[in-house]
């Protein structure tokens, strides 16, 4: 560097005119001085390159750390109304951090760690085309506000309960409830909670959720401030389960055994909304009758439809039911991800799962069977039924015969099947076929089954623990093949805003043709509807009335909602 120095001052063959006292020449001493100051610039300009050249060195080392390295912490920041997305969470197909309210359908504030599934649950999800109306988002904070005054152990409720105790009409009170009663299967279940909701949403009341047996162990709280969860001490829920169609208060009941029921206020009423009901309990989708119930304080509700596209048939609730749901198809789709958060424990048994089997693969696809015979199976004509399905549809790839071992060359895509089923049969017989013989396409499928309990326990904890990590799992597919008939396979389309493809119901053990078709609207099917018109009191097809409600794929008597 000295050397450089000396040659970047000039020729130094050439005479210097003027002589330092020490003997030195003076250019020579100046270019020496000058030498020095240089040196240490350039030194010190070395020294910040080689610094900077580290620091980048450790900030690219942090920034590509996967998020199970030692630096993953350099990648949990959380902020106010995002989270930044894990690496293999579907979020990962758009650049930059989510949105874990789902366009505000949630609200900040909840202790994260009470329910982890709130605000992680963004990250494994695409995010939806379905955005929740200003309506609906300004109705959803105005239900809180109502839930935080109305709700258990608040004054207005200890107050209703006196008078619920004592057998006396309410007074005109600012809080009145809607009670639902846990009754059937899970997939029943959810789908009756998200009915009831929307229900007390249209008639300003506070959803009191009767706590069963696993409600707590199974959902997350969704209301800030008070709980949803009925009190074990609520007067009513000792007879919970002798409620019936022949109850004295029973609204189809009282309709039936006097003409004035409409205009005798009374402490409570039982709607039995079950499968089984008859034309006087179904006079509850009748608006005339909305205008009793409007003045009973408790309305205890049964059911295990899902009833909201006959909501959408009563004139005093359209204009609302317009405003709060634009896209029709959407409606559980929303209220789905509002409600239903799984707790900790079931939050566990789905990201375990996702993470070790179903993240890294190119392609998700979701298969559920749900066989309505009485053994699980596996049945042959249901097996070629899934395999004519998912290989005439382009889900799955066919299989390569010919050459079963060939492969080739480079990375192949690789395809995630999810199956759930009571019987680990079908899961079994499809993965060897794909571990058995290649495809012609070249892609890898993965044959994955989470449990397989051999029939219906609704009853254990773990078994319904099971059974709603399987619903999100399936909710959180690419592709979604369902069956017919199946309220499991409705809430797994409907939360993962997917459009399944649905199994036809194989009739005398025969393998439909065609298989399966796409369904029309991610919405459930209501099973059980109506077909009265309250005005002309006579029977209609409540399928064709609106373009919005049409009878269901899966059972040509049920409605759904649909977009137009």
Known sequence: MKRLVRNSSGDQSKPSHQVAPDGFNSREVLDRRCGHISLKLMGVLVACLILLSVLFSVSVGFRDQPPDGGFAFAEARV?????????????QTSEGPVDKLFGGLLVSGFEESSCHSRYQSALYRKESPFKPSSYLLSKLRSYEALHR?????????????????????????????????????????????????????????????????????LFCEPFSGASWLLPRDYPLMSQFNSFDQKSPQCYGNMLKGSSSANSTAAPYVYLHLVHDYDDQDK??????????LRKVPWLIMRTDNYFVPSLFLMPSYETELNNLFPQKEAVFHHIGRYLFHPTNSVWGLITRYYQAYL??????????????????????YVLDQILSCTMKKNLLPEINMH??????????????????????????????????????????????????????QTEKKMHNRKAWAEMYLLSLTDVLVTSSWSTFGYVAQSLGGLKPWILYKPENSTTPDPACQRAMSMEPCFHAPPFYDCKAKTGIDTGKLVPHVRHCEDMSWGLKLVDQ
């Not at 902020?79 to 979020?91: A, C, I, T, Y």
């Not at 619920?164 to 299967?185: F, P």
């Not at 006079?283 to 009793?292: M, R, V």
Request: some cysteine.
């Open 149 to 217: 005054q109305c709700g258990p152990n608040s004054e207005p409720y200890n107050k209703m309960l006196e008078q619920l105790k004592k057998g006396q009409t309410a007074e005109i009170s600012d809080c009145s409830y809607v009670v639902w009663i846990s009754y059937s299967g899970l997939g029943n279940r959810i789908l009756t909670l998200a009915s009831a909701f929307i229900y007390a949403l249209l008639t300003n009341r506070v959803l009191l959720v009767d706590p069963g047996v696993d409600i707590a162990d």
């Open 283 to 292: 006079l509850f989708f009748c608006d005339e009758n909305q205008d009793f």
């Open 79 to 91: 902020l106010e109304n995002e989270v930044l997305r894990p690496e293999g969470s579907f979020s």
């Open 403 to 456: 050459d079963p071992i060939s492969s080739p060359p480079g990375k192949p895509k690789s395809k995630v099947l999810l199956m759930t089923s009571l019987s680990a049969g079908y899961f079994e017989k499809i993965r060897n076929l794909y571990w058995e013989h290649s495809t012609v396409t070249g892609e890898i499928v993965a044959v994955y089954q989470p449990s397989h309990e051999e029939y219906q």
């Open 359 to 380: 993240a890294k693969a190119d392609e998700r696809i979701g298969i559920q069977i749900r066989v309505f015979e009485t053994a699980p199976g596996p049945f042959q």
